[in-house]
């Protein structure tokens, strides 16, 4: 049989109530990338010709984040029937097959609408769609698949609105049906919304198909699984993370990284991390991460937006924010926040410190508890450290300044002025020092003839 044409409609203008957030539902990020993501890039697999997003009133970040793919705005939610419907006048001249998809189903596996698809084409023309089933071990919220002795689809009934022998049945709905192009609307014109939640059901469309002498059909997946589950609520949303969680940390393992505990290590779904890496005990990875090989990353660090090359030992406690960039064999130790700045190969920044918008050249020691001031309150502003340079404790780097190559800062300086390559620059108080005062004090309280004896003696 020639293959026809493929067109996918996802649904997301569903406000998410179950969420109780202001986000929109479908935004909500699963290892830390918006869940619709998950599902466009699944069905931009299978090379549709079109992916249409329908979408809610105010709704414009869904927008962004589905771009380039095209977003119709449903402006009244009165229903997955009613949603679809929204897509008529884009949809009405296409000839082909149309995949209806729940954005709130994101981890929707490609074999999943492949089988879809092939059952659909390999139909006779009577069956009108197909229905991707699955058994849930809690089927609670999903509608119910009620098949036929022959094997097809006789009615999807939702679980607000089933009997108790319906509920009972284990078949439930994923959300996901491959319809023909040609009887898509002539079947939502039937649907109406008599029903427990008073909504134009989209998976009504059965019922009315098989009224109308038309045959529908399922597959189905056999065991539970995960990624068929839709996300209503915040603990749907919590047990799809752990999944993919597990499933990341899987895939780390396997590519030979040692997780010395892999259950409290948070991955995101672009975390890219090279051969011979340690990963302590409670590590986080935000987005954007990269890790070289030959790294350490010792417990309670987090890193988002960062490139770490080989080598480098980072942590505890360390925290690299977007823009840290960390070449070869570098050290980051303990309470160090580094943003938008480069360390160059084999500098150390042990402790206790602040690199914010700056460079940090090649082997340059940056002392205890030293802070780029790099915003005065408006701008921010630049600190260069040269290679081999020396910065001593508890020096403030006052932006824009730069250290020259090889130049010493003392300890407790505040640097407002650039240092010139090779020189030592202090700027703090000069330490005065008086011979043997120290003695004399202890000697005159001893004696009461301190001042503060004398004080005393004349109250
Ligand atoms: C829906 C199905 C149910 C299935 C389950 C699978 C219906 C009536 N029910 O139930 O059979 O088992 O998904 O997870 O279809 N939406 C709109 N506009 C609306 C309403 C919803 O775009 O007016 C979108 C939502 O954003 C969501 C999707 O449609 O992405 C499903 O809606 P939801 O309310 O979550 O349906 P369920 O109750 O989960
Ligand atoms: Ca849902």
């Known amino acids: 049989m020639t293959q026809r044409k493929l067109l996918v409609v996802i649904l997301a203008a569903g406000k998410g109530t179950r969420m109780h957030s202001n986000l929109p539902k479908v935004l909500h990020p699963l290892a830390g990338r918006p869940m619709i993501q998950y599902l466009i890039n699944t069905v931009e697999g299978i090379d549709p010709e079109r992916v249409v997003v329908i979408v809610g009133p105010e709704m414009e970040d869904v927008t962004r984040a589905v771009a380039p793919h095209r977003t119709l705005v449903q402006s009244r939610r009165l229903g997955t029937g009613h949603a679809v419907a929204v897509a008529r006048e884009l949809l ?7 995949l209806l998809l729940c954005g ?9 609408l492949t089988r879809m698809l092939s059952a659909m084409r390999a139909a006779d023309l009577q069956t009108c769609l197909v229905v991707l089933g699955f058994y849930p071990n809690d089927p609670a919220g999903y ?24 509920g009972a049945m284990g078949l439930c709905n994923s959300g996901a049906m491959v319809i023909r192009s040609e009887y898509l609307f002539h079947l939502l014109d039937a649907v109406g919304n008599n029903n427990a939640s008073g909504e134009y059901y989209l998976t009504d469309i059965v019922a009315v198909a098989r009224h109308s002498g038309l045959r529908c059909s399922y ?20 047990r799809a993370e752990a999944f993919m969680q597990e499933h990341l940390r899987g895939a780390m393992l396997d590519s030979g990284v040692t997780l010395v505990d892999p259950l409290t290590v948070h991955c995101c779904f672009d975390t890219k991390i090279g051969r011979n890496v340690i990963i302590h005990p409670y590590v986080v990875f935000g987005s954007g991460v990269t890790i ?6 010792q417990s309670f660090c987090h890193l988002e ?33 580094i943003k938008s700045s480069v360390v160059e190969t084999g500098a150390k920044v042990n402790h206790l410190s602040y690199i914010g918008d700056g460079r940090v050249g090649a082997g340059a020691n940056i002392g205890a508890g030293t802070i780029f001031c790099n915003y005065n309150g408006h701008v921010k502003a630049f600190t260069d450290v040269g290679a081999g340079a020396f910065i001593g404790s508890n020096s403030a780097l006052v932006a824009p300044v730069k250290i020259g190559d090889n130049a010493i800062i003392g300890a407790g300086s505040v ?3 650039n240092v010139a390559a090779n020189a030592l620059a202090v700027a703090r108080c000069l330490q005065k020092e008086r011979p043997g005062w120290a003695s004399l004090r202890h000697l005159h309280h ?8 004398q004080k005393r003696r004349t109250k």
């Open 143 to 166: 509608g119910r698949l009620i098949t036929a002795s022959d094997g097809s689809l006789r009615a999807i009934v939702e679980h607000q609105d089933a009997t108790p022998s319906q």
């Open 415 to 417: 640097i407002t002025k």
């Open 92 to 98: 009405h001249e296409f000839n082909g097959e149309i």
């Open 292 to 297: 070289g090989d030959n790294v350490e990353i």
């Open 305 to 337: 937006q960062s490139t770490v090359s080989a080598g480098v030992r980072i942590g505890p406690y360390a925290r690299l924010r977007p823009g840290a960039t960390i070449n070869a064999n570098v050290h980051i130790g303990n309470f160090v926040e």
């Open 446 to 453: 001893e004696r009461g003839t301190g001042k503060a004896a």
């Open 104 to 112: 709130d189903v994101p981890l929707l596996p490609r074999t999943a």
């Open 219 to 238: 597959v189905e997946v056999e065991s539970e699984s995960v990624e068929l589950f839709g996300i209503n609520t915040q603990r749907d949303l919590a």
